[in-house]
């Protein structure tokens, strides 16, 4: 297993778009649960996303149902997450993790991969 990377935070306007990617080497995606998660100062890491290892089933927080997408490349061993319609309480520091199992999950003790995490803030 390698090491997970994640990039494309930033400032972005409320309502605006960003897309986060997760980059992991050896084959991490490939063959394990991937999820996003988020923490702002003060609060619990709390979940955003998750998909299965084919990519063929998807959960996500009530929070973010309908604005964000999570999507996986497992040729290219990347992990996406496509933030849209973006709100001031997205704001957080979004991390990527890679599952033990192969279904979606919530719980963070359930993933044992995790990258640095990427600074998403949504200007009001």
């Known amino acids: 297993q390698g090491q997970l990377v994640e990039s494309g935070g930033g400032l972005v306007q409320d309502g605006g778009s960003l897309r986060l990617s997760c980059a992991a080497e050896?084959?991490?995606?490939?063959?394990?649960?991937g999820g996003w998660f988020r923490q702002a100062p003060g609060r619990e890491r709390e979940f955003v996303a998750s998909i299965s290892w084919l990519g063929t089933s998807t959960l996500y927080a009530d929070s973010v149902k309908g604005r964000f997408t999570i999507s996986r490349d497992n040729a290219k061993s990347k992990l996406y997450l496509q933030m849209n319609s973006v709100k001031p309480e997205d704001t957080a520091v979004y991390s990527c993790?890679?599952?033990?199992?192969?279904?979606?999950?919530?719980?963070?003790?359930?993933?044992?991969?995790w990258g640095q995490g990427t600074q998403v803030t949504v200007s009001s």
């Open positions: 050896g084959r991490t995606f490939s063959t394990n649960t």
């Open positions: 993790a890679a599952g033990r199992g192969v279904d979606v999950e919530t719980m963070p003790t359930r993933y044992d991969y």
